[in-house]
């Protein structure tokens, strides 16, 4: 079992930046390859992001390539989401999510463990 808890969130200006942190539990968290998706109202859960278990590769969205790093340090079972220059359409609730296959990372169903989402808001 591996829980999944974010953290970071909040209210910013266009064009402001904003760091999320998922923090997991569990001890094979390192074997995880780890994701960022969100959710606007109304809409569909979006990938964002992801990186694989030892870091060493990373996986961005269009939408958000350029603007958001995905990072995590294993000795403290976190993944983190660095995110610039932030628009009013990344508005979103954030997910953390992980996943124990190396395959269909920008894929929700893939993911086997959740959080319970961040709110971010990105005013004009």
């Known amino acids: 079992q591996v829980q999944l808890v974010e953290s970071g969130g909040g209210l910013v200006q266009a064009g402001g930046s904003l760091r999320l942190s998922c923090a997991a539990s569990g001890r094979t968290f390192s074997t995880y390859t780890m994701g960022w998706f969100r959710q606007a109202p109304g809409q569909e859960r979006d990938f964002c992001a992801a990186?694989?278990?030892?870091?060493?590769?990373?996986y961005y969205a269009d939408s958000v390539k350029g603007r958001f790093t995905i990072s995590r340090d294993t000795a403290e079972n976190t993944v983190y989401l660095q995110m610039n220059s932030l628009k009013p359409e990344d508005t979103a609730v954030y997910y953390c999510?992980?996943?124990?296959?190396?395959?269909?990372?920008?894929?929700?169903?893939?993911?086997?463990?959740w959080g319970q989402g961040t709110q971010v808001t990105v005013s004009s």
């Open positions: 990186i694989s278990g030892r870091g060493g590769r990373t």
């Open positions: 999510a992980a996943n124990h296959r190396s395959w269909g990372v920008t894929t929700g169903s893939s993911y086997d463990y």
